[in-house]
């Protein structure tokens, strides 16, 4: 019934930007933390950047200064809009949605299915 769909990537040259949109569906968009996770070949996922219901931006440090994400309840969308783009970035990037309880753990958590970010000349 919940549905995140991620769209905006592809590829990028060095310097560049991208903007990507995470649509969700099937849930109460505005009562979830909103997250965009990144997993690189090879590697482990990671953690870029995530907003909290009340719309509190956080990024990770390798990407402090480069990414802004956003959410726009209205229309059940977040997103996360890339600039200074460097081959280090390439990788999957997912849509994450979760709520969190008072004891800190995570409730009712999807997925998106992913969308690939290439960076290179």
């Known amino acids: 019934q919940v549905q995140l769909v991620e769209s905006g990537g592809g590829l990028v040259q060095p310097g560049g930007s991208l903007r990507l949109s995470c649509a969700a569906s099937?849930?109460?968009?505005?009562?979830?933390?909103m997250a965009w996770y990144r997993q690189a070949p090879g590697k482990q996922r990671e953690l870029v950047a995530f907003?909290?219901?009340?719309?509190?931006?956080n990024v990770a440090d390798s990407v402090k200064g480069r990414f802004t994400i956003s959410r726009d309840n209205a229309k059940n969308t977040m997103y996360v809009q890339m600039n200074s783009l460097k081959p280090e970035d390439t990788a999957v990037y997912y849509c994450?949605?979760?709520?969190?309880?008072?004891?800190?753990?995570?409730?009712?958590?999807?997925w998106g299915q992913g969308t690939q970010v290439t960076v290179s000349s």
């Open positions: 994450n949605a979760h709520q969190l309880r008072a004891t800190g753990r995570r409730q009712n958590e999807y």
């Open positions: 099937g849930m109460i968009f505005s009562l979830y933390v």
């Open positions: 907003i909290t219901s009340g719309g509190t931006p």
